[in-house]
Structure formats: structure tokens, C-alpha cells
Antibody, heavy 118, light 111 residues
């Protein structure tokens, strides 16, 4: 079955750009029908949707983060990526990638903690 | 402040039944499908219910979902200590700030 795995630096300095990659296995991003998404969870808090991308490159972003977010896809590597610019301590969170269809997310990656600190 | 409103916590004894509510509006729950997720301590969320009341393969029928108007409910019967987790509802919001939205989460304690 489809599995997702996040990767990237666990520590990012304030004002810099957070960059994460999600590698999809067990299925092809290019097969279509699904969107590929990023979600984050601040420590001890709830879930916050960041955005999605379709294999064609179409994107949808959370309006509250839109000015700082870029999600891209590399179908040749079966990966999609997140860039969040101008980070502050408020961006410290566990970042998850997940597959999205219609209104549900499944499966999810295991998540990766990103800490913003100097 | 989450777009969808859930009780912060619920509790019940093993073997009992519990329900978790999720309240929204016409721009989200009222006109879109609802999903539910279980997040065990230290793990990623896991899909429990999709399209209001459907269970993915492998999810026991102790878990059920329903929707009425602008509210949704997750039901869990035959509670087990392994059900202790945070539960989140989610849906699409069609308002000007369109996108996926979640409830604030409900901590289930099995006494």
C-alpha cells in the first residue's frame, strides 16, 4: 500500500526557509486522482492544513500561510516538497505529509519535528 | 481557534460507549463530507471515518460516524484502553478562506 515519509532538517534558524520533502512509495504520484498535502501540528496543539498539490502542479494553500508557502512536485522522484519562508518560533511544529481525496487524508507520514531556533 | 468545535475531553469506562461531537457551519460540515482521525500518543493521525460514515479497511465496526446538518458525531462502542487517544474531525470549508479544516481535537480517556 501507499506509504509516505518526510525528510529534511530538524532545526531551522529564524528568518530562514524551512524545506521538507515527502517521498511516496507503493504508488505513483502521477497516477492522478489524489492530491498530496502538508499538515502541521504545533506542540500539544491541533492539526493545521498547510496546502496541497496535484501531480500536474496545481496547488491550493491555506490563506493564512499562502504568502510564505510553496509546495512543489517531482514526479520523476515520486516526491513532493514544502518550502516555508521567513520562519519564526511560531513555525515550530511536527510536519506531516499525507494523501488527500475529496475530504479525507490517508495515509499520513510519520511526521517530522522542525524546531525554529537560533 | 479551530473552525470546527470539539469538546476538549471525554471519558468513559472500558466496555462502555462514547460519542464525540464536531460542530461547524453551512460552509464546511453542512455541505461537505466529514472525516475522523485517531492520534495515539506520539504517532501520526490515522483515518478512522471518511465520507461521514464510511470505515476504511481494517477499522473495526466499533467506530461509527454520522452527520446531521452542521454537526457530526464519532461513536465508539466497547471501549478499550487502547482507544485512549486524541480524535480529530475534518472537512472542507467552502468559505472565502477555502481549504481543509480540522476540529481542535478531543482527548479520550478510558477510565
Amino acid at each position: 500500500q501507499v506509504q509516505l515519509q518526510e525528510s529534511g532538517p530538524g532545526l531551522v534558524k529564524p528568518s530562514q526557509t524551512l524545506s521538507l520533502t515527502c517521498t511516496v512509495s507503493g504508488g505513483s504520484i502521477s497516477s492522478g486522482g489524489y492530491y498530496w498535502s502538508w499538515i502541521r501540528q504545533h506542540p500539544g496543539k491541533g492539526l493545521e492544513w498547510i496546502g496541497y498539490i496535484y501531480y500536474s502542479g496545481s496547488t491550493y494553500y491555506n490563506p493564512s500561510l499562502k504568502s510564505r508557502v510553496t509546495i512543489s512536485v517531482d514526479t520523476s522522484k515520486n516526491q513532493f516538497s514544502l518550502k516555508l519562508s521567513s520562519v519564526t518560533a511560531a513555525d515550530t511544529a511536527v510536519y506531516y505529509c499525507a494523501r488527500w481525496l475529496r475530504s479525507w487524508f490517508d495515509p499520513w507520514g510519520q511526521g517530522t519535528l522542525v524546531t525554529v531556533s537560533s | 481557534q479551530s473552525v470546527l468545535t470539539q469538546p476538549p475531553s471525554v471519558s468513559a469506562a472500558p466496555g462502555q460507549k462514547v460519542t464525540i461531537s464536531c460542530s461547524g457551519s453551512s460552509s464546511n460540515i453542512g455541505n461537505n463530507y466529514v472525516s475522523w482521525y485517531q492520534q495515539l500518543p506520539g504517532t501520526a493521525p490515522k483515518l478512522l471515518i471518511y465520507d461521514n460514515n464510511k470505515r476504511p479497511s481494517g477499522i473495526p465496526d466499533r467506530f461509527s460516524g454520522s452527520k446531521s446538518g452542521t454537526s457530526a458525531t464519532l461513536g465508539i462502542t466497547g471501549l478499550q484502553t487502547g482507544d485512549e487517544a486524541d480524535y480529530y474531525c475534518g472537512t472542507w470549508d467552502s468559505s472565502l478562506s477555502a481549504g481543509s479544516v480540522f476540529g481542535g481535537g478531543t482527548k479520550l480517556t478510558v477510565l
